[in-house]
Each structure stands twice: as C-alpha cells, then as structure tokens.
C-alpha cells in the first residue's frame, strides 16, 4: 500500500451494469500499469437493490480490500425509479448515494447522478460533508447519456466524469469498448466518454486532490477472478467432465467450464440435483476422465453421499464447494467461512479426502490443478474449498503465471500391458484393491480395457471388489486408504503450499486460511510498520493438516490470533484438534456479518488481543485463548 | 492400439465366461425372483457380442443391487438411487462401453426416481432394469412405491393410503424411447426382451417383475403372465406412442387386479440418442473422451493460449 492509492467504489441498483462497468474500470487501471483488487457487494436480487464493486488500485501489489474508500461514482438504480407512492421498494432511489457515505473516507470524492438521485434525500448531507471534507460533484449523467445516446448508457458518463476528476488516460477506456462492444453503441458510447469527460474538465474546479497513481508492470497482466483461476486450472490439468446444478456462488465456476469445455472437446452437464451432479463426476472418472463437480454449501451437502461412496470406492474426483453465509441458503450472495466443517466431516465413517483452501486468486490456480493430480494420483476424492470472496474477486495476476504445461496424466491407472501381470481372482477378476499398495495407491483399471474387469463397491471389499466383511479385511483396507494421506501430507509438505507472511522470527502470529490471506498479509506488514513483531501463515491445506509445519509455527511465537470469517473458529478448532496442543496460545478473530475483512479491522483486532482493549468495530469479535 | 482393446473385439463369447468360477457368498434368498434377472441377463448377454472386459454394468443398493456380484465385467455397485447418473456419466465419457443399469422399485421409482424421469428425458443410449417386486427387500419388507394400495407392511401398518407407481408410464411420457416389461418366471422371454434393450440406441427401460418370497407373498409376479406381443387380444402397435401409452396403463392396472401382461409397450427406434444429440450441437467430441488419455499423440489445449485473451 502507498498513500497514494486509489479506491473506487462504483454504486448502482443489481443489473445497472455495475459489475461489468468496475471490470473494464479494473483492467483499463491493470492496463495502466497499476496493480488491482477488486471486492464485490450484492444482494440476492436480480434487479434492484444496491449493489457496489470496490476497485483498488496502487503502484504497489495490492492483495486485498482497503479500508473504506475514497471515490464515489454513485449512480440511480434504475429500478427503484418512480415508485407508486408506497411502493415496496419505494424509498431505494438514493441508496447508491446513501448507503455508501459511512464508508466513505475523509477528503474522498463523490460523483452521482442527478438525473436520478436527489440528494436533498439525503439527511444532513451537506453538514456530513463539511464535517469529512468531501469534494462532490453532482452532475446529470442521465441527461447526458440520453442526449448522446441511451440512458442505459450512464455508466459510460460516469467513468468519463471519474476519469477526468483522477486524471485516467481515456484511452485504456476506449480500447477496452472497442474490444467488447458492437458499432451501433461503441459510437455513443465513445461520444458520451469524452463528452463527459471534457465537460468535467470545463466546469468544474477540482477541490480535491485524488488522482490515479502511476505505476508500470514490468510483464503483461492479466485480470481473472477465483472462479476464472479453479475453472482454468482445471482445465490445464486436462479436467474435461463437469456435472453440476446452478447455486450462487459456484455457478460461476460452472458456467466458466461449460463454456470452455466444449470447445477443447469436453463435456459439461447441468443435471437434475447436485446428487446426480456428484455421482456423474464419478461416472465419468471410472469411465477414465478427468472429472469434477462442486456446489455451495446446501448443494454440497446433497453431495455428500456420493462424496462417500468416492473415497470407499477409491474414485478420483474433484469437487469444489464455494462457501456463502449459512446455515441454510443463509446470504446468498455474502461471504463466509464457515462450511469447513461441513467438507472436512460431512459423509458418513472416516474421512479419506483431501481439502485444500486456496488463498488468493493466484493461488486457486494452483491449488486447482492440485487437487486434480492428488485426487487421481491417489485415487482419492479431493475438494477445493473457497468461497464467494475468492470467486467474485478481480485481481491482476502476470500471464506468465499461466505459461505452464497442461497436464493430462490420468494418475494411477494400469496399463493393458500391465494388467496383464497384475494379480487376478478366480474369473478372472482384476485385484483393484490390492494390500500391498505402495503409499496405499493401488492403481485401477479403466472399463474396456482387457483384463480389467472388477468390481466397485460402497460396501466394505476384498482386493478383487467383492463385498467382504472379514475383520482382517476391514481392518487392513481401512490402514491402507488412511495411509494415502500420510503419502499426500509428503507430497504437499515438498510443494510447500502453506504461505509465510513477514519476519522469519516474531513473538505474534496471525493465522488464518483460504480467502482472508491477502488481507492478513497487509495487516501484518502494517502491524511491523507500526512496531509490533508479527509474522503470520494463510494455511490452505485442510486435510491432510499440516502438523510439522504449524506446529514448528506456532512453537515459534508467545502467542497466535486466528482470523476467520465464521462465528465458532472452526479452523482454530480444527488447528487445536490436528496439534493436539497449544489451546493456551490461540485466541480467535471472528467476523460473520456478510462482509469480508479489511485490512485495518484485523491490525485493531490484533492490538486489542494483545493489548486487552476492545475490538473498535462490533461486527468483529474477538475470543481469547482457552483458559483465559 | 486402443487403449481399450476388450471394446469390439471379435470373439465368439462363451455364455460362462460371465459366470463367475466362484460363486460369490449367495445373499439372494432361496427362490427370489433375482435369480431370474441374472439367469437372463447372463443368456442375453453373450448374444449381444459383447465381452466382460467392454460391459459396465452399475447398480443400486438393495438385494437387486447386489446383481453385479454375480457377474464377471466391470461393475459398479454403486448407492441407493444412484446407479442411473453414474451410469450415464460413465457412457457419456465411453460411449463404446455397454453401459446397463440396475437396481430395484424402491432404488429406482422411490429415492432415485428423478434420475429415472431425467435418464429417459435424455434418452441415453443405455438399458435400466428395475427388479420389480413392489417391495423393500433388503431393508425387510417395507412398502415400496410399487406396492399396490392398501399394501400392510411393518412401516405401514394399516395398509399404504397411496396409488402405486405407474413405472411403464412414467417412462413413456418422460421419454424413454424403449419400455418394456417381463417378469422372472418367464425366462426365455426376458432374455429375449433384454437382448433388444441391449441392442437398442436409446434408453431403454425394462421393468421386471421379480417375486419376494420372503417379504412379498402376495405380489401377482408368481401368476403365468401374458405376452400382449404374442396375443392376439391386444392387438397394438408399440411404435404408435398413443397406443402404447394406453397398453401401458392397462398392464399396470391389471397388475394389481390379478391379470400380468407383459411384453414390448413401446419402441421408438428413430430418436436420436443423447449422445448423437449432444454431439449435433457441438457439446460432445465424436471420439470416446475417455480413448483421450491414453493417447500420446494428442495435443492437449491449455488455457494460457485458448482464454488468456480475454483477460488482458
Ligand atoms: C440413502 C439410503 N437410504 C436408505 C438405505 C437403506 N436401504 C437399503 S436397500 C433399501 C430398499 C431397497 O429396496 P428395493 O430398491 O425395492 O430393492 P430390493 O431390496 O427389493 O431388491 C433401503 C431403503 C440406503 N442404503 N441408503
Ligand atoms: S429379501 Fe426378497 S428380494 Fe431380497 S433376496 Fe430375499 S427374496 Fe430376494
């Protein structure tokens, strides 16, 4: 973070354009040599409702949300417009304007739309901006996009007048329309930019002294989201099966695919339940391809009976769970972190899978293709847990992360040679399931291939398939498909997937997973700049836990603050269950209210825990180490 | 060479060779109707030119379920309800494989009786036996969605208050383009009835009818049963969608009233198969995807060169 960074939020009813209007804001900013972070707000509502996209731009990498912001483009939502007196919806014309100022940050700029929001709407708006030092500057950019062109075309107006007030090149703004849009609109749209734009620059005088940093990249970037970075890395690990139903927010991964599946060759399938959904990736994974599914909590939850039926059977399969606020279908469209639980656990006996919780966008990417080459390197069911956050959120990435080789490898399968010389039942059944595995890993055969017939079963088997309730068996299978994950734990441990964040030696830590990583990262450089001695970890394998390397953490600090988006601290709780020890040192940084963290809430949090003050913010909650 | 060299590979199939050598721990009560299933499934199979190494044969979970223990291919025994979407997975990823589902009345019209009206809406080039003796069998005896109304079991001790089940029905008008029923006391034509599921390109449904000795003494599945093919009192044509669909609601209404007709209801051999339709809208390579990953030669596209473009 340099103090000279900007973040925009852009305000608007749902289906304004907003998202669409932020992303091209996003790139034309990566484009401009800037680095990008984007965070999303919506309700669970087709039209209507407020709605806003935050885009943070610096010189410096950015990881995460800032704290509040210091733009505005508030524009009408064009849904809420003239209400019959007493409407339902009828008092939601100023939102956009409204519900952003508490957020707003001292000596920010205000933009919004006159043609549709009348301020006077607003209680004490004028003594709230003397009170903050705000710079606002109302201008109709509803007449103007209609004299120029459509109405709907507003948004055009007002990244014109936002780019004349920070002082961004129209340029980035007009190749990007120029990419996108057909010729019958890209002209008024042009006209409306540079119209606004120009206009801005005339008659306004600048109170306010934003302005778009300056930054360059020293390679091509590219703009993607979490969902963008789970769908292509799954691609490249040659995934070409999808099966799923539709549930906010693991709809995007799965529109992602369908779109890109068919045209490499692959197949995706919207099906009838996230039931079917599950058990046509195991299908199709027997039938020997690259299968995955997933859903969001509640679907995910229908899941769980083919999830078991995968790790008896030893079928590889993928699936991704894109966590929302819950129980139930919660906030539909909010984030949390709460169904961790619900994949290390759900399904019924012993849990042989693997969970991995990626904690950037970057990162997804990996993780994604990682989850493929362990679940068919070990024949093991292997789940991506992120959430909404992750799934929603832009950020720029270098190409050149993406420059890797696809990896088609069906992992541990047999050959028709080698079937030959594996061991056979009488009838010729293939031994499938072998004792003797090595690392637990006894390789399958594919239907068709000759000599590979055997038998799968949900039911407790012999190494041929078949059904068998010996307890020598029983107990030798389970040894064995439990085992693969010590081999797995290895295997992560040489990746090295766990990210250290700050100094090497440090007396606090802060520890967290998944999608609050970037934000961790900020605070605990903050908190060394402030003079604190924090070091801190985002740990993305869940299971198999990574034992050697926190306990070696958390040896390491007198005390560790675990921040998570959840209201129980399932991820403390299932650190204290893994290591068995260290209840007395881990205290917990909770938020569950819908919103992601910033980045300031968690340097606050972090000082009241050690320092024994409150947390300033009641949407936080702080819960001390056990025994205290 | 394929990497699925069992797939068409011509031989003649000797009728054991999907005969497992040991028989398995037999858990089918003495004289259940399943012993039916799998005797005729077992003379069908050889005829249609298939080896055990190209056959997936996946179940659900109940005494039917346990059919594939029986049997020398690959199988799948898969969860209650289950069995259609694995199958129909497994066939979209292999479209050479013999893919034949199988499971009960309470897997297949109970607890997995959306895959069944969805798996025929698609009309997946596969055949789905349901092992129908109106009872739970596994689980002891509980009423089924086939059990006829009135039907006392422990679950439903004053008798079920609910209308069984119109399976043949429910498979017409969801889209099956092949339904039939047979029963486990007429062998040969069950055979005969599987062979052309088996043969025919589309989904194909056969409902069974197996008796339960043990749970389900009052089934009709025991009484000689009446081939409509072969008789000349109902006279219809089972290409004729209209006339089959009242064959159909007139064998499920006998059943319960003492008579069994069995036999074809319907065929409808022009219906392009959900993998002949997926591949006319460019959804599904025309090559088995599966084949894919066996071989070396193929250029596998990566999303830094195909997408990457959009993100700049
Ligand atoms: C999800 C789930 N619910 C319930 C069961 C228990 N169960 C096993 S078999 C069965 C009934 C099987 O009846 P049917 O499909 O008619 O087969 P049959 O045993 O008569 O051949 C039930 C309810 C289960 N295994 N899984
Ligand atoms: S309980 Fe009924 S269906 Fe099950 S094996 Fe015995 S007779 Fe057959």
Known sequence: MTDHEL???????????????????????????????????????????????????????????????????????????????????????????????????????????????????????????????????????????????????????????????????????????????????????????????????????FTHDLRVPEGSHDEEQVLLSGSDTIAYGAIDEGCRFIAGYPMTPWTEVFTIMSQALPEVGGISEQVEDEIAAAALALGASHAGVKAMSGSSGGGFALMSEPLGLAEMSETPVVLVEAMRAGPSTGLPTKPEQADLEHVLYTSQGDSNRVVLAPGTVAEAYEQSRLAFQLAYGYNIPAILLYDQKIGGELMNVPASHFDREPNPDLGAVTTEAELQDAPHGPGGKFHRYRYDAEDGVSPRSIPGQKDGHFLVTGNEHNPAGHIDEDPTNRVTQVERRASKLDAIREFLDDQGTQTHMGPDEADYGLITFGSQQGTVAEAVDRLNDAGHSVKGIGVSDMMPYPVEEMTEFLESVDEALVVEMNSSGQFRGLTQKELGRFGGKLSSLLKYNGEPFEPAEIVAGFEASIEGQDVPEQQTTYVPAAGD | MSAFSAIGEEREIDREEFTPTLEPQATWCPGCGDFGVLKALKQAMPEIGRNPDEVLLVTGIGCSGKLNSYFECYGYHSIHGRSLPIARAAKLANPELEVIAAGGDGDGYGIGGNHFMHTARENHDMTYIVFDNEIFGLTKGQTSPTSPKGHKSKTQPHGSAKDPIRPLSLALTSGASYVARTAAVNPNQAKEILVEAMQHDGFAHVDFLTQCPTWNKDARQYVPYTDINDSDDYDFDPTNKTEAQAMASEAEQSLYEGEVLTGRFYVDADRPSYQEEKQAIGEMPEEPLAERYFDDDYEWERTHDMLLDRHK
């Open chain 1, 7 to 205: 973040m925009w939020r852009i305000a608007g009813g749902s289906g304004d354009g907003i998202a669409s209007t932020s992303q091209n804001f996003a790139k034309a900013l990566m484009r401009a040599g800037l680095h990008v972070f984007t965070h999303r707000h919506y309700p669970s509502r087709i039209r209507g409702g407020h709605t806003y996209t935050e885009v943070r731009a610096d010189s410096e990498p950015v990881r995460s949300r800032g704290d509040g912001f210091n733009c505005l483009l508030a524009l009408g939502d064009s849904f809420a417009r003239n209400p019959k007196e007493g409407a339902y919806y009828g008092d939601e014309e100023v939102k956009p304007l409204a519900e952003n100022l508490d957020e707003l940050n001292d000596g920010g700029v205000i933009v919004y739309d006159t043609g549709l929001l009348d301020a006077e709407d607003i209680p004490n708006f004028e003594e709230r901006i003397e009170e903050n030092d705000w710079h606002v500057y109302p201008i109709n950019l509803r007449e103007i996009a209609r004299d120029h062109g459509r109405e709907v075309m507003r948004n055009t107006a007002g990244v014109g007048a936002t780019a004349a007030l920070l002082g961004i090149d129209l340029q980035y703004f007009e190749d990007l329309m120029a990419e996108s849009m057909p010729e019958e609109i890209l002209e008024p749209n042009k006209e409306i930019l540079h119209y606004t734009h120009d206009m801005v620059q005339e008659e306004f005088e």
